[in-house]
């Protein structure tokens, strides 16, 4: 998953917590060649089970059908951190 996209806090409907929603809409380029890689890597991540690594639960599509002119949109559903990464290493 590349690191840009829209990220969205969200409720997991089912236990309460706080979840991180990230949206990554793919582009004209991106449509057919890096579709089945992204999912393969939304599948690998959400095997991954390590203290330093968020963890994926769940990831959908949407918008997907060949015959609109949109392009489908991956979404994944990480846990919820509440500091942002790149300002801790800032401070450092």
Not at 24 to 44: A, F, N, T, V
Not at 45 to 62: A, G, P, R, S, W
Not at 65 to 88: A, G, H, I, Q, T
Request: net charge positive; glycine share 4%; proline share 3%.
């Amino acid at each position: 998953f590349r690191s840009y996209g829209d990220v969205y806090l969200g409720k997991d409907s089912q236990t309460g917590e706080r979840v991180a929603i990230k949206r990554h809409k793919m582009k004209e380029q991106d449509k057919w060649g890096l579709l089945i890689p992204s999912l393969r890597e939304c599948q690998i991540l959400q095997q991954l089970d390590h203290k330093n690594v968020m963890k994926v639960k769940d990831f959908f599509m949407t918008n997907f059908s060949p015959y609109r002119n949109d392009y489908p949109e991956l979404y994944m559903v990480m846990e919820y951190v509440e500091y942002d990464l790149f300002k801790l290493l800032k401070k450092k």
